[in-house]
């Protein structure tokens, strides 16, 4: 078997996309960055040098040849300083060619590295991922950070070839003029500290746009989601308000941040300029005095004319590095969520018996067994709790725009210490005992991955993914046809088949749009079905359809799943006609326990599935 062919921009041995990032501080984050892309950061970094570097030698070797040659007539002197010059140049044009093909190379990785990050950290979390990020973050970490960490990367490698370019043409400078040299080498860092006080604003506006942006982001995906409901209530025109006014805030925002910027590069534009000048003036100077031969002057006006790059190129540095931090932040809060349970631990037996100490229900194996509750949040706890999976939490919380300096800080300070809070809290949640056992052994000590495989919990909510019929019943393919055709027979589906032109390759949409809500529970109930778990627990799987409809599945799903441990959580008594025992929960604990016709004459029973019954019975 051959191993499968590295694409053109697969990561180099050197970057493991699954590495744990440092996640001390936004700066530690991009170093760590930096270093995962291995050899690719140093080659950019070299080849910017090849590139820069032949600029910064130019006006010396013209200078040369005006005084070794033109001066003297020295046609042979002339011509090999040329020639000299002339390689310079081929040289960087080289060294530039290079330097870009690295750069998209890195920006490349840059975006793919932080999606793929990104997708291995929204896996893991699976069902937690919003409740501890909020969408529109997970959305601009993946489409927006990417993208700013490759042009942020990109600048460190260039600001590190414009220092050694603009510490050659120092020296060269030093060695013609000594005077000269030494107003470059203090006026640039001066230079360079003025117009610090301008970066805290910058970066302030950049956190500002890019935490509401996230916020227009997260709101434009619920308006998406639930266009159909919005549109049923006739709230369009609110929520489209709420967008135009969050929109407009955003707008807002980035006018403020692109002020900033244009003050950065006006800063930056105006020093160059005066350092350009004063060079200028102090070289004529010093050629009248004699100090300075012609050759000398046009060097150093070269100089004056080069170094005005490296000072831009330190300015953009500063202006990609604030908006990579502040990318990085945001980064962080994301890839710094963990799961709250163990990784690892005993397999889970199989078939075996479930039992949930807060209710006292207890699920036998190879038996079908139904939930009733008058209280539909206590049979979903009860979902949750058998599924392994956890109650809500509030999500990630970022900073407030509006505040400033000490608030911020404070706010952040605060931000932190609540998420070391909330770890420290999951990981006592991940130590002690869940309140569900397996044949008397707690979930807190069964492996995840193989409770997931086993216990599978299929409720309402589920989600319907873009693709063809086939992919949305067979998500990862590994079913035969004729298991897909049965599972979709006994969930009733089979009419959505004839409905689709091209059958199993006929297009659905994303979250099912273009179905109806009774189509896309059958479909959800036939992709449950098919993965034909140990214990199956279904939430409501016929709550959107009709009464016949709901027979049909009510026999077939009996039958289906006979000898197999399921729960169906309803209140339907076409389902619960089929149960081998049937629970009644009151006030969240089991108060009852029977079949469905021991449980006629109870109350709380009967209170549930009245209205039920008379349809049925009818």
């Known amino acids: 078997m051959h191993a499968p062919r590295r694409g053109r921009y697969d990561f180099p041995p050197a970057i493991d996309p699954d590495s744990r990032p440092d996640l001390r501080s936004p700066s530690r984050f991009l170093f760590w960055l930096i270093r995962s892309y291995g050899w690719v950061v140093p080659a950019m970094t070299l080849a910017a040098s090849s ?20 001066s003297r007539g020295d046609a042979t002197a002339t011509l090999g300083w040329i020639a000299l010059l002339l390689l310079v140049i081929a040289v960087g044009v080289i060294g530039g060619i290079l330097y870009h093909t690295f750069a998209v190379r890195e920006w490349l990785l840059g975006i793919y590295g932080t999606q793929r990050r990104v997708s291995r950290q929204a896996t893991r979390l699976g069902h937690v991922l919003n409740r501890r990020v ?38 060269l400078m030093l060695t013609t003029s000594p005077t000269l040299g030494l107003v470059v080498l203090i ?8 117009s610090t006080p301008v970066l805290r604003p910058l970066t302030r506006a950049q956190e500002a746009e890019r935490t509401e942006n996230s916020s227009l982001t997260s709101l434009a995906s619920d308006i998406a989601t639930g266009l159909r409901i919005l549109r049923g209530i006739g709230g369009e025109r609110t929520f489209a308000r709420n967008y135009e006014r969050q929109s407009q805030k955003v707008r807002d925002l980035g006018i403020r941040l692109g002020t900033w910027q244009a003050v950065v590069e006006a800063i930056s534009i105006l020093l160059s300029g005066l350092l350009l000048v004063a060079l200028v003036y102090l070289g004529s100077t010093h050629m009248l005095d004699g100090t300075l031969t012609v050759g000398e002057l046009v060097s150093f006006f070269g100089y004056a004319v080069f170094l005005t790059t490296p000072m831009q190129v330190f300015f953009e540095f500063a202006q990609k590095w604030v908006q990579g931090l502040v990318a990085a932040q945001k980064t962080m809060s994301l890839l710094a969520a963990d799961v709250p349970w163990r990784t690892s631990g005993r397999p889970v037996p199989a078939g075996a018996s479930l ?34 999976y956890l109650p809500e939490s509030d999500a990630e919380q970022s900073d407030d725009p509006e505040l400033s300096g000490r608030a911020r800080r404070s706010a952040r300070r605060e931000r932190l210490a609540a998420r070391a809070a909330r770890a420290a809290v999951d990981a006592e949640l991940a130590a002690k005992p869940w309140g569900v056992t397996a044949d008397g052994v707690d979930y807190a000590q069964l492996d995840i991955a193989d409770l997931r495989r086993r216990v599978v919990v299929s409720h309402t909510g589920a989600d319907l993914f873009a693709g063809t019929l086939q992919t949305a019943v067979d998500p990862w393919g590994t079913h035969s046809r004729e298991q897909a055709e049965r599972a979709m027979v ?10 689709m032109p091209e059958g199993w390759q006929g297009r ?28 199956l627990i279904l939430v409501e799987p016929t709550s959107a359809v009709d009464a016949h409809t709901e027979a049909r599945i009510a026999g077939r799903l009996a039958a289906h ?7 169906v959580i309803t209140a339907s008594p076409l389902l619960l006609r089929q149960c081998d025992d049937i629970s009644v929960l ?10 469905h016709e021991q449980l006629r004459g109870n109350p709380d029973y009967h209170r549930v599935i009245a209205r039920g019954m008379e349809e049925s019975d009818a």
Do not use: C, N
């Open 187 to 194: 006026s640039t860092p001066l230079l360079l500290g003025a």
């Open 134 to 171: 909020p969408t529109g973050e997970v959305l601009s970490v993946s489409a927006s950070d990417s993208d700013q960490f490759g042009a942020t990367v990109e600048a460190f490698g260039h600001v590190v070839a414009a220092a050694v370019s603009f510490t050659i043409a120092s020296v």
């Open 490 to 499: 006994v969930a009733s589906a089979e009419d959505i088949y004839d409905a």
């Open 508 to 535: 659905i949409d994303e979250k099912g749009r273009g179905l109806s809500g009774g189509q896309r529970q059958r479909i959800v109930l036939a992709r449950a079905l098919l993965l034909d778990p140990d214990t």
């Open 586 to 595: 009151v006030d969240g604990r089991e108060a009852a326990r029977g079949d």
């Open 51 to 70: 590139w820069m570097v032949p600029a910064a030698l130019t006006p010396w070797l013209l200078g040369r040849a005006i005084d070794a040659g033109v």
């Open 561 to 567: 799943r006979r000898g197999r441990t399921t729960v």
């Open 355 to 388: 039992r949930d100490q807060q209710s006292g229900v207890i699920v036998r194996p190879h038996r079908m067994l139904g939930i009733v509750s008058a209280d539909p949040d206590a049979s979903a706890a009860l979902a949750d709790r058998l599924g392994r």
